[in-house]
């Protein structure tokens, strides 16, 4: 961990692994996600963990689930830590009915908001990354309000695809209903930020995120991407990925 004197700690590494299996692996993939919550939080170098369900990123709502993409977020204590992954319990029974995955090397560099009552990725100091960033957006709905927020969805789930600078994009839940999320791959943080404030669709539901109360609790984090190592397909990448520093498939 890093102390910026902010705050909270910044971890030097977070990793997001993204397994793609075939749709007969279904019935291990849920054994899977009752299993290893527990078992990936306490592997060693651990400090936050989170087994994520999956949309294809086309409309980021109940009826985008692809049930054949599944993944893991991991907060790690130290980049030796994270080694032992793939060597893990955890990482050796995904390995196991997966036919294709990917791993995102990440670098915190802004985070706001908690999840599950927690600051998974301490008090970042910002600055800008000289390459691809990843933004990660995490909700849980109020109930009351969850009718609205899906009506709201759409147009900017429709305007995302076509967004200058967008290297890959999928939607992230802890369950089907209520917990929602999304992940997405910018080719810089210029591009990003152009989406994010700039346009229309984006920019109406930021405004009116505070007025409506959607979310009991929410958080919005930016990564640097210091690597991808795997097959990126899995990430639904639309871009050749020559820009930046993250590298190809290995």
Do not use: C, N
């Amino acid at each position: 961990m890093l102390q910026t004197g902010r705050g909270e700690p910044v971890p030097e590494l977070v990793t997001l692994h993204v397994w793609r299996i075939a749709p007969g692996r279904l019935p291990g993939a849920l054994v899977r996600m009752a299993r290893d919550p527990r078992r990936l939080r306490a592997l060693p170098g651990v400090s936050f963990a989170k087994l994520l369900g999956t949309g294809t990123g086309t409309g980021f709502g109940p009826g985008d689930t692809d049930l054949t993409r599944w993944a893991a977020l991991t907060v790690w204590d130290s980049p030796a830590a994270a080694i032992s992954f793939d060597s893990s319990p955890v990482g050796r029974a995904w390995t196991r009915i997966a036919h294709t995955a990917v791993r995102v090397d990440l670098h915190p560099l802004t985070s706001r908001g908690e999840w599950s009552g927690r600051r998974p990725f301490g008090d970042p100091p910002g600055g800008q990354a000289r390459g691809p960033v990843l933004a990660l957006t995490r909700a849980r709905l109020r109930p009351t309000r969850a009718v609205t927020f899906w009506r709201a969805v759409p147009p900017v789930a429709a305007a995302l695809p076509a967004a200058p600078g967008l290297l890959a994009r999928f939607g992230v839940g802890e369950a089907p209903l209520g917990w929602q999320g999304t992940v997405s791959v910018w080719r810089d943080p210029v591009d990003l930020v152009a989406f994010a404030y700039r346009h229309p669709e984006h920019r109406a539901a930021i405004i009116r995120t505070p007025a409506e109360g959607w979310y009991a609790e929410e958080l919005f984090a930016r990564f640097e991407v210091r690597d991808v190592v795997g097959d990126r397909t899995v990430l639904g990448w639309v871009a050749d990925g020559d820009a930046g520093t993250a590298k190809g498939a290995e």
